[in-house]
């Protein structure tokens, strides 16, 4: 049995399904709500696929006043509300429950506007990721985060999660991306914070609304930075004998004075599984590898990497592949970003992403290890080495409840020694249902009341994005 | 009143300055948070009974040179920062604005106050804002207690961000205690490539265009004719290692032949030029004018200035263009005619400098929406119910 708990459903609400539905129906076209259970049955998970809850209907609103028509309305019938992007959330961050409505944003995925004179582009909230980066990309731009799922999750959701990626290194996560966005409240107001210019004109609403998780409002528009690539872009494997040794060489280039775009870790495990997928030439007789990219003109990635090199050396590297061509550096990322499906066709597995100050790396990688191996496991370790963030990928047989409730087991084990060695729970998936109950490790009943507060002050109800993030018992004092 | 009960509060630690707020709330009592003194015209006048001094709250309580992270006390003077950081060869990356050039007077900035005015420089275009490299803070909320948000390490999505709310929030939600923030190497060279002669259309255009090439120019500014030559100057600035430097500066000079472009200052040279930016240098005199700080789409920065008409008494360009410092008459008219002329663009702006009793009459931040008011209110409620911190200091009544 699955550990994580929901709360009790309203029975209150469930009692008014047929009348609630007929409410949304009136206020809505007939192809923005899905009440039918086959139709809802597509919106009862996300990405943590272990939990599934059917929502009460879904509706897919295709403009900002049609989401607040909604949000107005449920607030009038006491209806909880669950914003969904993709659906692509390891944490559960999308998953419903049967006494609410989720509003599926995937109809909005319009660019609405692209000013490069200006660097920014204003887009629909369901706009992919990765389609903005298109959009720009033959003219030299692209939007900074890159998380994984790129091709699929959308900026809302991104913005709900504050969302990073492996280019973050350089350019930040999501927060760092976002100059403004439109949020609808569960009043029904739509509030526009910030937009092209820099910075906020009062308090940094946006800063709060970012990483919120879908608990302050549906965002439904989003102005983004765009930035200008550099002349060339190129990756390079270097493959260590000892995971130790790889990072300490992390280490060792941040602490150079060394900023490279990317730098990712991967343990034997994970090279093996990824190569036999994406076949990106990864050495297969190392222990651990790091992908480390550098960019700028031919001359500057040179030196730099003679620089990244030298450490490397220094730090006991075995093989170093430097990308000889477009295609080739393409490789070694679809094999770095596909290591969660790559890993899936082999296992099951649960995906921890808990960060820690860089030089507790060695200490933290070595006791993951030993988690895992006490509770019998096989973990592959993957993960943004430059920042910290780990990602633990615990392979299990889902079929076996007392392995799963082991995998489960030894990921809170590693999230809570993420916190004990200075860093915390969650470094880009979010918290969701998934690491709720463990806010305490890290958080005072203060800290958590704080929190609470701030978003009582969007959503006093608490109505949105029920049963997330906070301890089902936490209270806001 | 006798001399004990008017004087500063000056707590040693957090429990302290938490009983002091308890104590302050329970009799109705409001307190002002002084740092080094050196920000104090930011804002609304101060309308607190008292004030509360960051002074014993001093400190860096680490530096991980290797992580690039550093954590210091709301008291720790900034030079304390700046030369701890200066010894490994690392810088805060925002390039902080030092606040002494436009308001005069004495004083050492300190941590807290870079934080809560979110003081950012030119940079800023490249490398963020003050608030993009706070990663973690810990806080005193009006209701005295200790609340921590974000934490040492750059990638962190746990829990709502508090973080970012305080930045800029002029003590209004509580007491900064302390501040964590990321940093950058310092660059190795740096570079800037001058040309001369621009109007202001023409100045934000080269900027738009070295802006959108890829060679990672991280200050473009616009001096206006004037502002210590009798031309206008507009500003490209590179940074990084020394080869690359040469080579980007290179790159630059040639894409700007068309406007002129002939060699690039370096060293002590450039390093002036901008600091002189960074503290709008070129519109601190004379002392009674009012400044102001605006920001906005680059590309609009030049037709509000001519929407100004004679109520722009000098103005110079920052961040491409995004960003516009002028100076007007201290007048309430003067204001009026500023947000008259920026409502149709978009963007906002501040009221950077001015006698008390003009920020005290006139809107100093952007006037807000009315569901911005009422959301920023509730988010200063959630921290200070009882309004015990700077209250007053960005809106009237919050």
Request: net charge negative.
């Amino acid at each position: 049995m699955p550990q994580i708990a929901f709360p009790p459903v309203d029975e209150s609400i469930l009692a008014r399904r047929e009348a609630i539905v007929a409410g949304l129906a009136a206020i809505l076209p007939a192809d923005g709500l899905i009440a039918d259970v086959a139709g809802r049955r597509a919106f009862e998970t996300d990405a943590l696929t272990a939990y599934r809850r059917l929502p009460l209907a879904v509706v897919l609103p295709r403009t900002s006043e049609e989401v607040a028509r909604v949000m107005r309305f449920c607030r009038d019938a006491g209806v909880n509300v669950v914003p969904r992007g993709a659906g692509t959330s390891l944490s559960g961050g999308a998953i419903p429950q049967e006494d609410a409505i989720v509003i599926g944003l995937s109809k909005m995925s319009r660019i609405l506007e692209i000013n490069l004179a200006d660097r920014y582009a204003r887009v629909e909230a369901g706009v992919t990721n990765l389609a903005i980066s298109e959009a720009v990309g033959r003219d030299g731009f692209f939007y900074a985060p890159d998380p994984s799922s790129q091709l699929a999750c959308t900026i809302g959701g991104n913005i709900a999660m504050n969302s990073g990626g492996a280019h973050c290194l350089k350019y930040g996560v999501t927060t760092n991306n976002i100059l403004g966005v439109r949020l609808v409240t569960l009043e029904g107001e739509i509030v526009d914070v910030g937009g092209p210019e820099l910075d906020a004109g009062g308090l940094d609403l946006l800063g709060v609304i970012c990483g919120s998780e879908g608990q302050l409002g549906v965002v439904t528009e989003a102005t983004v930075r765009l930035v200008r690539a550099a002349e060339g872009a190129r990756p390079v494997l270097f493959g260590f004998d000892h995971a130790e040794d790889a990072s300490q060489c992390v280490a060792a280039i941040i602490g150079g004075g060394i900023v490279p775009v990317a730098m990712e870790y991967m343990d034997r495990l994970a090279i093996e599984i990824c190569e036999n997928f994406a076949h990106a030439g990864y050495p297969l007789d190392v222990e651990a590898m790091l992908i480390v990219e550098v960019e700028g003109a031919e001359e500057e990635m040179a030196a730099e990497l003679a620089k990244i090199t030298a450490i490397a050396k220094a730090h006991g590297v075995r093989t170093i592949r430097e990308s000889m061509s477009a295609m080739e550096s393409a490789q070694i990322w679809k094999g770095r970003k596909s290591a969660f499906g790559a890993t899936g066709r082999v296992a099951d597995y649960i995906c921890m992403d808990g960060t820690v100050p860089t030089g507790r790396l060695p200490e933290a990688l070595r006791r993951a290890g030993e988690i895992c191996a006490a509770y019998g496991l096989r973990v592959a370790n993957v993960f943004h080495a430059g920042d910290g963030n780990m990602h633990p990928l615990i392979l299990y047989d889902v079929n076996d409840p007392v392995q799963q409730q082991k995998a489960e087991d030894a990921g809170m084990d590693i999230l809570a020694m993420s916190v004990e060695l200075g860093g915390c729970l969650t470094g880009e998936h979010g918290v969701g249902i998934e690491k709720r109950d463990l806010m305490r490790r890290q958080f005072t009943e203060a800290d958590l009341a704080q929190q609470m507060r701030v978003r009582a002050a969007f959503d006093p109800q608490g109505r949105l994005n029920p049963a997330k993030v906070f301890p089902l018992d936490a209270r806001a004092g | 009143m006798s001399v004990a009960e008017i004087s500063a509060l000056a707590p040693a630690d957090e429990a302290e300055a938490g009983e002091m707020a308890r104590e302050a709330r329970a009799r109705g009592e409001k307190l002002d948070i002084v740092g080094g003194g050196t920000r104090l015209g930011l804002g609304r006048p101060a309308e607190g009974a008292r004030r509360l001094s960051t002074e014993r709250l001093a400190g860096i309580v680490f530096h991980e040179p290797a992580e690039m992270t550093l954590c210091a006390k709301a008291g720790t003077p900034l030079g304390v920062v700046e030369a701890a950081l200066a010894a490994h060869g690392q810088m805060l990356p925002f390039e902080p604005i030092d606040h002494r050039t436009l308001f005069g007077g004495a004083g050492e900035p300190t941590v807290g106050g870079l934080v809560a005015t979110n003081a950012s420089g030119p940079r800023r275009i490249s490398a963020g804002a003050a608030r993009d490299s706070l990663i973690g803070l810990r806080l005193v909320n009006g209701r005295g207690e200790a609340v921590k948000s974000g934490g040492r390490v750059m990638k962190n999505v746990t829990g709502l961000d508090l973080v970012k709310v305080n930045c800029g929030a002029h003590g209004t939600l509580g007491l900064v205690a302390e501040a964590t923030f990321k940093l950058l190497p310092r660059p190795q060279a740096e570079a800037t490539i001058l040309l001369r002669r621009l109007d202001d259309e023409a100045g934000v255009a080269a900027m738009t265009r070295a802006l959108g090439s890829p060679y990672g120019v991280t200050g473009a500014a616009w001096i206006g004719p004037g502002m210590g030559r009798e031309f206008s100057r507009t500003l490209l600035r590179i940074e990084g290692f020394a080869d690359s430097v040469d080579y980007r500066a290179e790159r630059l000079i040639a894409l700007n032949a068309d406007l002129g472009a002939k060699h690039a200052l370096t060293g002590e040279g450039s390093r002036s030029l901008w600091q002189a930016v960074r503290d709008a240098e070129f519109i601190a005199e004379p002392r009674q004018r009012a400044v102001w700080r605006v920001s906005l789409a680059p590309s609009r920065a030049a037709r509000f200035v001519a929407r100004l008409g004679a109520a722009a008494l000098a103005h110079f360009y920052d961040w491409g263009g995004g960003l516009v410092w002028l100076a007007s008459e201290p007048t309430e008219e003067a204001a009026a005619v500023v947000r008259a002329a920026l409502a149709p663009l978009g963007g906002h702006a501040t009221l950077v400098r001015a006698p008390d009793d003009l920020r005290a009459r006139v809107a100093v931040f952007e006037p807000l929406s009315p569901p911005l008011a009422r959301l920023t209110r509730g988010v200063k409620a959630s921290f200070d119910p009882d309004g015990v911190f700077n209250f007053g200091r960005m809106h009237v009544g919050m």
